[in-house]
């Protein structure tokens, strides 16, 4: 188990758990798993607030919403699902 500096790391571990990529490398994507796991982990807290009373359905919808948007901005930042951009046409040294 990696250590921590945390008093309590099975504790961090449930709240807060990660898991590793195993994806096609790229810093972009590696970068784009971390922020879609902290968006998973955010909509878990904002479902259990609503479903336990502590959130309106409105607000927790508002807030999940925002959540998305971010991610969405995050995607299109990094480059994420957009073609690779075509190598240069190099001259013709034929002459």
């Known amino acids: 188990m990696p250590e921590s500096n945390s008093p ?3 504790k961090e571990n449930l709240l807060f758990p990660r ?3 195993r994806g096609e490398f790229t810093p972009a994507n590696l970068v ?4 879609l796991q902290e968006f ?6 904002i479902c259990a607030l ?3 009373g502590k959130m309106t359905s409105d607000t927790a919808y508002q ?3 925002k959540l998305y948007k971010q991610l969405k901005q995050s995607k299109r930042e990094l480059g994420i699902g957009e073609p690779p951009p075509e ?6 040294l034929e002459a």
């Open 63 to 65: 807030e999940i919403k």
């Open 50 to 52: 609503e479903t336990g």
């Open 32 to 35: 784009f798993n971390a922020n």
């Open 8 to 10: 309590n790391p099975d």
């Open 19 to 21: 898991s590793t990529y």
């Open 87 to 92: 190598p240069p046409e190099l001259p013709d």
């Open 40 to 45: 998973s982990q955010r909509v878990e807290y």
